[in-house]
Nanobody, 123 residues
Framework: VQLQASGGGLVQAGGSRRLSCAASGGIFSNYVMGWFRQAPGKEREFVALITWRGSSAYYADSVKGRFTVSRDNAKNTAYLQMNSLKPEDTAVYFC?????????????????WGQGTLVTVSS
């Protein structure tokens, strides 16, 4: 499956942004979808994931309550709604997909990765 992330840009602290991840080349509902991010000079970190039909979602503690992951299987697209953004949320955000949900997600052992989209939060 090929993944195309979009929606990054410059946003002020306290603002909102929605990222999209369009998938092609596979049966979208067969994949758990997730988001990771990598801030300048830091290691990539897990942000959120959503299971195949959207029945369950999991978040990193740093974004819980501010970010919401969702998906539209009819549109082959996953989303990351980011609210109450902080300067420390500045990063390149990557979408990812895998057929399984396992601890591998938290070790970044994911089968498919999209290119990143940069989100910059100004203070």
């Amino acid at each position: 499956v090929q993944l195309q992330a979009s929606g990054g840009g410059l946003v002020q602290a306290g603002g909102s942004r929605r990222l999209s991840c369009a998938a092609s080349g596979g049966i979208f509902s067969n994949y758990v979808m997730g988001w990771f991010r990598q801030a300048p000079g830091k290691e990539r970190e897990f942000v959120a994931l959503i299971t195949w039909r959207g029945s369950s979602a999991y978040y990193a503690d740093s974004v819980k309550g501010r970010f919401t992951v969702s998906r539209d299987n009819a549109k082959n697209t996953a989303y990351l709604q980011m609210n109450s953004l902080k300067p420390e949320d500045t990063a390149v955000y990557f979408c990812a997909a895998d057929n399984t949900y396992s601890s591998g997600w938290y070790r970044h052992e994911i089968k498919y990765w999209g290119q990143g989209t940069l989100v910059t939060v100004s203070s």
